[in-house]
């Protein structure tokens, strides 16, 4: 993931995991081809977003953004055969055009919410800086459109994780890609998951200073609160995202001449968590959301866009899981079994005579 990070672009990476191989020059060039000519979203759909009411989070407005897009196609009609995304090529060319439209949804209900007119895609921009151009007017400097590149790629997939095992169990009913990504972002939304990246922005300025971190920490432990970044189901080492998008939230705030108190409220929380006998008994450090959302602070990004932004990245994992599942012959039904643990057998009681 280091040299993905370091060396390739988000479109490299997505093309990577659907495909299994990096692209060459011209596979990289029809991939981008089609991104970037699908981009543009419906003015029906346009409508609906101007219609969302401008307190919905946008994880929210993301969610029924694709739904509508899996209205509009086609081949969900209402006589839609699940055969028919067995087909690699089709898959891929749906894949594209969905991943296209993400950003598209969320930067044009990012405008509308704070009562601007939605500014269309621009094909000659990469994926990461038509967003930024999409979003706010203008493309940033390249190493601010690198950054936000490497935190796409350090999302784009990441095995069994909360959102992509609920977006395979409904693959495995054989239900459509859009409804497969419509419940990813349900799942990614919850603060254990994708949500922690905002959590952690209301945590550091809950802190307040550096000099409070550890008090507050120890508090918050004693409370038997979670720290939001910190700690992971898989990595109990160190998560080597974190590591990447630690380094590159120095550079970027290096670049932009940013001076962030929240940052050395951060550096010292993990400074007092990391020699604390409980997080070094129960293995945990850093995760991937601890440094994300100072970047996108930085990037001039509200909080409560942060996990619609892990969001656009995840995209290519969902997509490449649900594309797996329907190209293959062996997928059966998500189907685990509960262990019951309440009342053995009662006898039915009528309504008049219930206490
Ligand atoms: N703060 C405080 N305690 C934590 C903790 C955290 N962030 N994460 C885990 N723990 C504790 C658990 O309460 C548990 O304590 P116990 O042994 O007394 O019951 C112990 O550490 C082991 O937890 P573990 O089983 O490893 O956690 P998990 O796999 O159930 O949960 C997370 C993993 C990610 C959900 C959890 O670490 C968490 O909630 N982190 C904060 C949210 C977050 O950053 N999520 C983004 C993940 S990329």
Known sequence: V???ADLCSFEEVAY???????????QLAAFEKMERSNRAISDQLLSVIRLFPKQAHPMDTVRTGVSYLGMEDADLAANCEAEKWSDPKANYEKSVRLMAKIPTIIAADYRCR????????KPEL?????FFHMCFGEVPPPEVIKAFDV????????????????????????????????????????????????????????IESPSRAKEWMLTALKEKRKIMGFGHRVYKNFDPRATIIKK????????????????????????????????????????VDFYSGIIYKAMCFPVEMFTVL????????????????????????????????????RKYTSISKRG
């Open 126 to 130: 990469t994926f990461s800086q038509n």
């Open 16 to 26: 990577l995991i659907w495909n299994g191989e990096l692209p060459n020059k011209a």
């Open 151 to 206: 935190s796409l790629i350090l999302y784009a997939e990441h095995g069994f994780n909360a959102s992509t095992f609920t977006a395979r169990v409904v693959t495995s009913t054989l239900s459509d890609i859009y409804s497969a990504v419509v419940a990813g972002i349900g799942s990614l939304k919850g603060p254990l998951h994708g949500g922690a990246n905002e959590q952690v922005m209301h945590v550091l300025k809950e």
């Open 114 to 121: 704070k009562g601007k007119a939605p500014i269309a895609p």
């Open 248 to 287: 590159t939230c120095d550079k970027v705030l290096n670049k932009l001449g940013i001076h962030d108190p929240l940052l050395d409220i951060a550096h010292q929380l993990e400074e007092v968590a990391l020699k604390d006998p409980y997080f070094i008994e129960k293995k945990l450090y850093p995760n």
């Open 310 to 345: 892990f969001a656009i990245g995840r995209m290519p994992g969902w997509i490449a899981q649900w594309k797996e599942m329907m190209e293959s012959k062996e997928t059966r039904i998500g189907r685990p079994r509960q262990i019951y643990t309440g009342f053995n057998e």
């Open 2 to 4: 280091q040299d993905l």
